[in-house]
């Protein structure tokens, strides 16, 4: 295996977690990490935006640009 493997994913090796109790522990270690579909689309779109430009902001940056720009309403 290559050294670039480890971080190469093919189609179908990744999986939706469904599991309540899976799902639970995660909450619990990482907090709540989901996103309202319309900051979902927003993060996303604006992330790969500013990737193609080699700008690369976190998600966590996104997020908080996002609420920053919803409460003012510059969405």
């Given at each position: 295996m290559s050294r670039?493997?480890?971080f190469t994913f093919?189609?179908?090796d990744l999986k939706e977690v469904t599991d309540p109790a899976v799902l639970a522990e995660i909450n619990r270690k990482y907090g709540d990490i989901s996103?309202?579909?319309e900051e979902q689309r927003w993060v996303s779109t604006e992330g790969k935006k500013r990737w193609a430009t080699g700008d690369y902001?976190?998600?966590n940056e996104l997020?908080?640009?996002y609420a920053?720009?919803?409460a003012l309403g510059t969405l």
């Open positions: 670039l493997d480890r093919m189609p179908g996103m309202a579909p902001v976190s998600t997020r908080a640009e920053r720009r919803k």
